[in-house]
């Protein structure tokens, strides 16, 4: 099998270019900056799925669409000291989400805890962004959203669960703080859309049928999720003998946690079609900071949370594997590579980011295949 063809592209390059697409499809200057910032930050971290792979399919087509708001209307329904109820309006998630944990942040930095659940919000990029947040604050810090309808319950066939990511972050005293930033599926959206974009089948074990078969047929699966015809196994495979009744119980927690604590919308009511008809989204978010000081002296916290994890990676790994490793490491490491090396950008994706300098009419920027 011959290696696929790819191009490095620095970092800085691809969020200023973000950046400027998102300024041309009419978001604000600053608000463009943020969400190439969210973006970006993924594709620094190594995490393929979710960076400027998801630029043009995300965010830049459904703006276009006009079921995503370029401006983003960041309304406050409810607020207490340590809690909020956040409208977003169908406008950037990036932004709704960032702001959203800020607030959580500071009302922890008075009252020990703060919570903030968002509405109608759009999709808002990697769950770790806003963990690193949490983490930088000296903060413990969750997050989760539904999504579209993607997940079967278990001994069911049918999508009704979002990939609902339920995620953690918080602050050691290493170089990189712990960040579990996953689907509570085996795998996620993003994830197929990059195997899509190199052209492979996806492994089995991902994605049933309605016979409850697996299928690998990565091109058509992307369509038949969007059709209900297909669906993703929750995070432990299928049935209970391997824990799938796990993953589909966090999975209905995210849902419900997204929705039932902000009135918003939920399960089918997330397929973005009405009549046949493309329509805004309407996803929930909730996040929630926890405050260490007011439990612990931060610097204990931190070297306790960091010598758990380096008795983690210490201990007798498994034959055949050269090491352990501890979430957020891996990230980590990804991000001193990127940096010396720049993102991976694959002849598909060079498709969509050429087809949006050209629409957006950014032709100054030059990218490594112009050569």
């Known amino acids: 099998m011959t290696e696929e063809k790819h191009w490095l592209v620095r970092p800085e390059l691809l969020e200023r270019f973000m950046q400027d697409v998102f300024t041309a499809v009419g978001v604000p200057r ?17 995490i393929e799925s979710h960076g400027i792979g998801r630029m043009k399919t995300i965010y830049y087509d459904r703006i276009r669409l006009g079921i995503q708001s370029p401006l983003t209307q960041f309304e406050i329904v409810k607020e207490t000291p340590t809690t909020a109820v956040i409208d977003g309006h169908d406008g950037m ?6 702001r959203s944990m800020q607030m959580a942040i500071d009302k922890a930095r ?7 659940t968002v509405r109608n919000s759009t999709h808002y990029g990697i769950c770790g962004y806003y963990l690193l947040m949490a983490a ?21 066939v ?20 712990f960040v579990i930033d996953a689907a509570t599926s085996v795998t996620q959206r993003g994830k197929i859309e990059v195997y899509d974009r190199a052209g492979k089948d996806i492994p089995e074990g991902w994605v049933i049928d309605q016979t409850g078969n697996y299928r690998t047929d990565t091109s058509q699966i992307l369509k038949d999720l969007v059709k209900g015809t297909c669906a993703l196994v929750p995070l432990g495979g299928q049935g209970e003998i391997t824990g799938g009744h796990k993953g589909y119980g966090l999975a209905t927690f995210v849902e419900i946690a997204s929705a039932a604590l ?11 079609f009405s009549d046949g008809k493309p329509v805004p989204y309407h996803l929930g978010h909730f996040f929630l900071a926890i405050n260490v000081e007011h439990f ?33 490491e891996k990230e980590y490491l990804a991000g001193i590579e990127v940096a010396e090396r720049g993102v991976p950008v694959n002849a598909n994706l060079r498709k969509e980011i050429d087809q949006m300098r050209s629409e957006c009419a950014l032709d100054g920027y030059e990218f490594p295949w112009d050569d």
Request: net charge neutral; proline share 8%.
């Open 93 to 98: 998630g990036h932004v709704i989400a960032r």
């Open 136 to 156: 930088q604050a000296g903060m413990v810090g969750v997050t989760g959203t539904n999504a579209r309808p993607s997940i079967a319950p278990t001994f069911g």
């Open 158 to 177: 049918e999508n009704l669960l979002g990939t609902n990511p339920l995620t953690f972050g918080l602050p050691t005293d290493e170089a990189f703080p």
């Open 110 to 116: 008075e009252h020990g805890l703060g919570m903030v």
């Open 30 to 46: 600053e608000e463009a900056a943020v969400s190439a910032d969210v973006l970006i930050t993924s594709d620094r971290r190594g």
């Open 296 to 328: 612990v002296p931060l610097p204990s916290f931190k070297a306790v949370a960091g010598d758990i994890c380096r008795k983690l990676r210490a201990s007798r790994p498994a034959p055949g594997c050269d090491r352990i490793y501890t979430a957020g």
């Open 262 to 272: 902000c009135e918003g919308s939920y399960m089918k009511g997330l397929l973005g």
